[in-house]
């Protein structure tokens, strides 16, 4: 009798496992950052060169899911839906973008480029993010304009530096809302990155 039940056992597992509800599959989302710039102009031949550095990351907002301020204070991240890049990754390339389509550059590189750049630009991503409370999205940028030396043992020096906050309405809840305001809060944060660079170029 003992062995019987033993061997019934299993059985019985599978078919109680059966009967369970089975848990929805929720698959997770990318989305890409990349608000378009207003208007893409032809980059001038004697135009400045501009160096943009690769954006650091304040803590926490290095990762990719999308995060949101909620009403207490707290801020969570969604595990089902991700930026297809880390954001200082994203937001780099999509200030490089927008610099390049100002007109006012004749080249916009990156780190490793064998130009000489006339300007400089760094800084950190501070806050992109949806806020409930407001119903905003927001995106704060911490940025510094430095005009390099290159004479030797000389050192560059800062020309400006700034904090520049863009945001956009948050319209509804839902992933895609999210999406769309803080792309939008990007494209804001951006534009204004752009005006404050043009004005040492």
């Given at each position: 009798?003992?062995?019987?039940?033993?061997?019934?056992?299993?059985?019985a597992l599978t078919a109680c496992?059966?009967?369970?509800?089975?848990?929805?599959?929720?698959?997770?989302?990318?989305?890409?950052?990349?608000?378009?710039?207003?208007?893409?102009?032809?980059?001038?031949?004697?135009?400045?060169?501009?160096?943009?550095?690769?954006?650091?990351?304040?803590?926490?907002?290095?990762?990719?899911?999308?995060?949101?301020?909620?009403?207490?204070?707290?801020?969570?991240?969604?595990?089902?839906?991700?930026?297809?890049?880390?954001?200082p990754q994203a937001v780099t390339?999509?200030?490089?973008?927008?610099?390049?389509?100002?007109?006012?550059?004749?080249?916009?590189?990156?780190?490793?480029?064998?130009?000489?750049?006339?300007?400089?630009?760094?800084?950190?991503?501070?806050?992109?993010?949806?806020?409930?409370?407001?119903?905003?999205?927001?995106?704060?940028?911490?940025?510094?304009?430095?005009?390099?030396?290159?004479?030797?043992?000389?050192?560059?020096?800062?020309?400006?530096?700034?904090?520049?906050?863009?945001?956009?309405?948050?319209?509804?809840?839902?992933?895609?809302?999210?999406?769309?305001?803080?792309r939008a809060a990007l494209a804001?944060?951006?534009?204004?990155?752009?005006?404050?660079?043009?004005?040492?170029?």
């Amino acid at each position: 009798m003992k062995r019987r039940a033993t061997l019934l056992a299993p059985l019985a597992l599978t078919a109680c496992g059966s009967l369970l509800p089975r848990q929805k599959y929720v698959p997770r989302i990318n989305w890409p950052l990349e608000p378009a710039p207003p208007a893409t102009l032809p980059a001038p031949a004697n135009g400045p060169v501009l160096l943009v550095r690769d954006l650091l990351a304040a803590p926490g907002f290095d990762q990719q899911g999308l995060q949101t301020l909620q009403s207490d204070g707290s801020i969570s991240a969604d595990y089902y839906n991700l930026w297809t890049a880390s954001p200082p990754q994203a937001v780099t390339q999509a200030l490089i973008n927008w610099c390049q389509a100002s007109g006012v550059f004749s080249a916009v590189v990156s780190p490793g480029s064998r130009l000489t750049p006339n300007l400089i630009l760094e800084g950190t991503l501070n806050e992109l993010l949806a806020d409930l409370g407001n119903n905003q999205a927001r995106a704060v940028l911490a940025l510094v304009v430095i005009k390099p030396n290159i004479s030797l043992g000389a050192t560059a020096l800062p020309l400006a530096q700034a904090q520049i906050t863009g945001t956009a309405p948050l319209k509804g809840q839902t992933p895609e809302d999210q999406v769309a305001a803080e792309r939008a809060a990007l494209a804001d944060a951006l534009g204004q990155a752009v005006a404050l660079v043009r004005r040492y170029a």
